[in-house]
């Protein structure tokens, strides 16, 4: 009975983890995206990034 609660606490915290890695690596790809593809003057509108997002 022990055991199943340690595994279940271990793999939450664990999928809780894998959560985080994966919202920080999607926030730097769409960051080193945008960069690519600011304007002239180095600003993006909203329009833009709604845009680029959904291309």
Do not use: R, W
């Amino acid at each position: 009975m022990y055991l199943i609660d340690i595994y279940n606490t271990i793999l939450s915290i664990f999928k809780i983890v894998l959560q985080k890695i994966e919202i920080n690596i999607s926030e730097i790809t769409v960051d080193t995206y945008l960069k690519h593809q600011t304007t002239q003057n180095g600003n993006c509108s909203a329009h833009e990034i709604q845009e680029n997002i959904f291309e």
